[in-house]
Every structure is written in structure tokens, then in C-alpha cells.
């Protein structure tokens, strides 16, 4: 995972994730990384999300 980067849920279509990434990109100037799990990723997939903050560490 990019260390300047966020978290961001990754939706089965898409469609809000390609809308929303731009902007995130310009108003934060960083990239977001989408982690799958729809809306709840804690509780969707606690393990994967872990592991991903702790990249976010190294």
C-alpha cells in the first residue's frame, strides 16, 4: 500500500470509486487504495484491512 494513500472501500461496480478517486487525487494529492469489502470494510474483512494499515507502517 502507498504510504501517503488511504483506505478506500472498492464497490462491485465501480461507479463510485471511479468517481470519487479523482477527486480524492486532486483535493488530497494522494492516491487512494481500494481494499475490497463494500461499505464496512472492519467488519467485512478485519484481516485484510489490518494488514494493509501495517504496509502503511513499513
Not at 23 to 37: F, K, M, Y
Not at 40 to 50: F, H, I, K, M, T
Request: charged share 25%; glycine share 6%; net charge positive.
Amino acid at each position: 500500500m502507498n504510504p501517503t494513500a488511504r483506505p478506500h472501500e472498492r464497490t462491485p461496480s465501480r461507479t463510485t470509486s471511479q468517481r470519487n478517486q479523482p477527486a480524492t487525487r486532486q483535493a488530497l494529492r494522494i492516491n487512494a487504495d481500494e481494499v475490497p469489502g463494500g461499505h464496512l470494510v472492519a467488519l467485512s474483512r478485519p484481516v485484510d484491512l489490518a494488514d494493509g494499515l501495517i504496509e502503511y507502517l513499513r
